[in-house]
């Protein structure tokens, strides 16, 4: 098979205090894996040394947002109400739809932070839903060589219940020191491997740590290997075909120019669209958007999926 390699970029995240994250997703050549829009992998970082994560109150449309942790702890406000700690092993997964608003910090007692940020874009049909948040403790599944944490959709007799719109698949994959394995890929779905402990091995193919590795729909199967004989972890995501282009700019995700503005503008002016996150203290209280470009924003398409080679 063919595996197209995304190597990441390294882009500061929220506010004056900025940490520094991986991103793969998205890029000039892919905009979307199935209803994935967006991969931030950040981490391990000394949170004494960088300042961990302090992301003010932000707005979102149009995705969801999936949070999942390797190390530390990070305390989540949003304008559902919901107030919680994401934690490593645990998926919290908040629906913007219409319009929400949160905040993301790291907690006092953590030492290091390191996970990834994820986005799922909400197809045209679902964009509009009521915001919502879920959380969900994934089981463990063993197996062959491998260690699995179901985050969305199903793999290997394991279902998270948390709610997405579109076929979405996300697992975390943990790779015995020395394996050699397969994976049974859904060959309907488009899929992408990030490696975050590696370098492995795929179909012959090398990912370093921080790759996303890219596989068009058609196949039912991958050999992952981990190489360096220490253990190797990637998530795995994957998805049909989203099938629709989406306009992303900042944290929303839209459809055209004039949603974008109308979004911006109801964010700036505060508009309880958004809400407000009760109990986030910290300066500033809320993050402005930037400047809109000069030039009317237009989709991205996305690179055709096409057949497996």
């Known amino acids: 098979m063919t595996l197209e390699t995304i190597v990441p970029r390294e882009v500061p995240l929220g506010g004056p205090r900025a940490m520094t994250v991986r991103r793969t997703l998205p890029t000039r050549s892919r905009t979307l894996v199935g209803p994935w829009c967006f991969v931030d992998h950040y981490g391990p970082d000394a949170v004494t040394s960088t300042g961990g994560m302090v992301v003010p109150p932000h707005p979102h449309t149009g995705l969801q947002t999936v949070s999942w942790l390797f190390e530390g702890e990070i305390e989540h406000r949003d304008t559902t109400g919901a107030h919680g700690l994401v934690r490593p092993g645990e998926v ?5 739809g219409h319009g929400v608003a949160h905040s993301e910090v790291s907690t006092p007692s953590t030492r290091t932070l390191h996970g990834v940020q994820l986005w799922l874009a909400l197809p045209d049909a679902s964009r509009d839903v009521a ?5 969900h403790v994934p089981d463990l599944v063993e197996r062959g060589g ?5 985050l969305a959709g199903s793999y290997a007799g394991s279902t998270s219940p948390v709610r997405t719109y579109a076929p979405t698949l996300g697992v975390e994959v943990v790779v015995r020191p020395g394996a050699r394995v397969a994976l049974e ?5 488009e899929h992408a491997l990030l490696v975050d ?4 091995a795929v179909d012959g193919a090398s990912l370093a740590v921080g790759d996303l590795g890219y596989a068009a729909p058609g196949g039912d199967g991958l050999e992952l290997v981990d190489v360096s004989g220490a253990g190797a972890r990637v998530l795995l995501l994957g ?3 989203f099938g629709e282009e989406i306009l992303m700019w900042w944290n929303f995700v839209a459809r055209t120019h004039d949603e974008i503005v109308a979004q911006r503008t109801a964010w700036q002016s505060r508009s309880p669209r958004f809400g407000d996150v009760a109990g986030y203290v910290g300066d500033p209280s809320w993050l402005p958007a930037p400047e809109l470009p000069h030039a009317r924003l237009r989709p991205r398409p996305n690179a055709p999926a096409g057949p497996r080679t």
Request: proline content about 15%; cysteine-free.
């Open 146 to 150: 491998l260690t699995l944490r179901v």
């Open 92 to 96: 919290n997964l908040m629906t913007a």
């Open 197 to 200: 402990r590696g370098p492995v």
């Open 131 to 135: 915001p919502a948040f879920e959380h």
């Open 185 to 189: 890929l859904d060959p309907a779905y």
């Open 239 to 241: 998805g049909a075909p």
